[in-house]
T-cell receptor
Framework: KQEVTQIPAALSVPEGENLVLNCSFT??????LQWFRQDPGKGLTSLLL?????REQTSGRLNASLDKSSGRSTLYIAASQPGDSATYLC??????????FGKGTMLLVSP | DTGVSQDPRHKITKRGQNVTFRCDPI?????LYWYRQTLGQGPEFLTY????????KSRLLSDRFSAERPKGSFSTLEIQRTEQGDSAMYLC?????????????FGSGTQLSVL
């Protein structure tokens, strides 16, 4: 059974800092890994999806990497802004409709 | 708006009442998912449909829960005889599966509070 762990559970940084969020998964037989953003009381917004054959994906100030062999993914946020404050969730897709989520990292970027 | 829409956004009910939520997926998507999320946790899979067929149900989905997707379009999730433990955010997602590639798009969720 796939298990996804995210570290840290919470992170507080001053505006402008670069930061890294970590995600690990126990079963490396995944088709893709997806990073989501969730604002309080809201649904999930997809940020980046990395296929199992890819090493990384970039969108604006966000860069996600994937290392299947070690069961790890990271989300790098450059030059953080207060508007980046949210919970970030990673989810591993193992096919057959199975998308397993971590508990998320709650990020607070202070002005 | 071409995203996944859910209705209502919030629902407050008394224990023992029945509630029904609706999800309208992105029109060309063939898969529709229901997830449940409690505070401080990631979403947990409940059930999913491929077109109108319900293909998988989680053990989290007790017999008080029922989901339908008539005609493979919108879906409803009904909870009968609600309990306080049912209080959670209920998220709907849809996807268009192409080969082994699948990307889920989520709605804004329905926040259920059972008093």
């Amino acid at each position: 059974k796939q298990e996804v762990t995210q570290i840290p559970a919470a992170l507080s940084v001053p505006e402008g800092e670069n930061l890294v969020l970590n995600c690990s998964f126990t079963d490396s037989a995944i088709y893709n890994l997806q990073w989501f953003r969730q604002d309080p009381g809201k649904g999930l917004t997809s940020l980046l999806l990395i296929q199992s054959s890819q090493r990384e994906q970039t969108s604006g100030r966000l860069n996600a990497s994937l290392d299947k062999s070690s069961g790890r993914s990271t989300l790098y946020i450059a030059a953080s802004q207060p508007g980046d404050s949210a919970t970030y969730l990673c989810a591993a897709y193992s096919g057959y409709s199975t998308l397993t989520f971590g508990k998320g990292t709650m990020l607070l970027v202070s002005p | 708006d071409t995203g996944v829409s859910q209705d209502p956004r919030h629902k407050i009910t008394k224990r023992g009442q029945n509630v029904t939520f609706r999800c309208d997926p992105i029109s060309e998507h063939n898969r529709l998912y229901w997830y449940r999320q409690t505070l401080g946790q990631g979403p947990e899979f409940l059930t999913y449909f491929q077109n109108e067929a319900q293909l998988e149900k989680s053990r989290l989905l007790s017999d008080r829960f029922s989901a339908e997707r008539p005609k493979g379009s919108f879906s409803t999730l009904e909870i009968q005889r609600t309990e306080q433990g049912d209080s959670a955010m209920y998220l709907c997602a849809s996807s268009l599966v192409t080969g082994t590639n699948e990307k889920l798009f989520f709605g804004s969720g329905t926040q259920l509070s059972v008093l």
